[in-house]
Each structure stands twice: as structure tokens, then as C-alpha cells.
């Protein structure tokens, strides 16, 4: 596609529950971000993947998260057992090179309920 | 550790009006930086961006210049338009490649 697609766009899920959220990112572009915007806290990091390389998961806020990238293209975010403070907006980003401004999807607004 | 600092807001302009949004930035080694946009109900967009010192960022009338002496990449716009408001945010891409972004500046316009 043209851009970086995010999905779902919205989620609505009880506390306690897994989720997925997925990212397809621009065809050909090597970095990918998560990034997580929640009201009041601006954008906070939470994970880095470059080509091959093994991804950078400093910004992960606790073991109940982790994401993946398979094959260098799509990623998945997953949230386990969702904590009311999971409700925010989750970005992905990607681009071709780092020192290219990244391209962001719309995002996916999740609320834990 | 890298660190980007941004004008709180919200900032409330007349059309026409200049418009600057202050970004000073602490980082090791040589970053990049941006700013990007965030218009009500949509998702953050690329507005211009510096990869070295003394670059100039332009795009729709916006510009921002990458002072290294100061830390600083100040957004500015000659004359605001009703077509502006939007959360701006200051971005920062150092050498571990974690973009960091500033707290976002809310601009409101009268028309």
C-alpha cells in the first residue's frame, strides 16, 4: 500500500484479555518503530526493529508486552493480560533508511475496560 | 541521555500572525531532527526535517533551523493560516536511533 497501515483502528477490550495489534509497513522499508501516545504523556518508545538485526525492546513498559516482526515486513504488538494503563493509542512507524523522516500510521486506539 | 524540551501550550494565534514554537534538545553525537504534525483526527505527519547543523527544514511555509551552538530547532511560520491548528511536535533521531519526541504544543487559530 501507500502508507503504513495499522490494524484494528479502534479496540475495545476487557482487563485481563491478550491482545494483537498488527502494522504493515511501507514495502521495502527496513526500520520499524512502536511508539505508544497516551493522553497527557506525549509519545513514549517502545520498540525498534532494523532489518535483520535483533530488534531493540528497551522501551517495552513490562514483560506483558512483546512484538515481533516476521520476515522483515509485518509486525505484531502483543499486549497480555491488559491493565486499564494499556488504554492508549499505539503507532507504528516505518522507514527506508534512519535518517529518513519515518512515516507513522493512523494507529490503533485501544481502551481497556 | 537524549532528551528534547518544547514550548508548552496551547498556543492561541490570529490569522496571519507569526507563529514560533520553541525545541531545544540535549544528545550525544551528531542526531537528526523533525517536526511533525498532528492535525485534529488524523495521524502524525513529517512536516521538515534537519540532518546537520545549520540545515534548514522548509515545508508549507514552516521552517526550523538546526543551530548546534544552541540545541535548538525552533519552528516558525510567517503567517499562520486557519488551515494550521494541530498538535506540533519536536522530534529528535540520535545516534541509537530511538526518536524521541517533545510533549507536543497544542496552536489554535482566530480566524
Known amino acids: 500500500g501507500a502508507g503504513v497501515s495499522q490494524s484494528p483502528s479502534n479496540k475495545v477490550t476487557e482487563k485481563g484479555k491478550d491482545v494483537e495489534l498488527r502494522c504493515d509497513p511501507i514495502?521495502?522499508?527496513?526500520?520499524l518503530y512502536w511508539y505508544r501516545q497516551s493522553l497527557g504523556q506525549g509519545l513514549e518508545f517502545l520498540i525498534y526493529f532494523q532489518g535483520n538485526s535483533a530488534p531493540d525492546k528497551s522501551g517495552l513498559p513490562s514483560d506483558r508486552f512483546s512484538a515481533e516482526r516476521t520476515g522483515g515486513s509485518v509486525s505484531t504488538l502483543t499486549i497480555q493480560r491488559t491493565q486499564q494503563e494499556d488504554s492508549a493509542v499505539y503507532l507504528c512507524?516505518?522507514?527506508?533508511?534512519?535518517?529518513?523522516?519515518?512515516?507513522f500510521g493512523s494507529g490503533t486506539r485501544l481502551t481497556v475496560v | 541521555g537524549n532528551s528534547v524540551t518544547q514550548m508548552e501550550g496551547p498556543v492561541t494565534l490570529s490569522e496571519e500572525a507569526f507563529l514560533t514554537i520553541n525545541c531545544t534538545y540535549t544528545a550525544t553525537g551528531y542526531p537528526s531532527l523533525f517536526w511533525y504534525v498532528q492535525y485534529p483526527g488524523e495521524g502524525l505527519q513529517l512536516l521538515l526535517k534537519?540532518?546537520?547543523?545549520?540545515d534548514k527544514g522548509s515545508n508549507k511555509g514552516f521552517e526550523a533551523t538546526y543551530r548546534k551552538e544552541t540545541t535548538s530547532f525552533h519552528l516558525e511560520k510567517g503567517s499562520v493560516q486557519v488551515s494550521d491548528p494541530a498538535v506540533y511536535f519536536c522530534a529528535l533521531l540520535p545516534n541509537d536511533y530511538k526518536l524521541s519526541f517533545g510533549a507536543g504544543t497544542t496552536v489554535t487559530v482566530r480566524a
Open positions: 512507524a516505518s522507514s527506508p533508511h534512519v535518517d529518513y523522516g519515518y512515516t
Open positions: 514495502s521495502g522499508h527496513t526500520a
Open positions: 534537519a540532518t546537520k547543523a545549520d
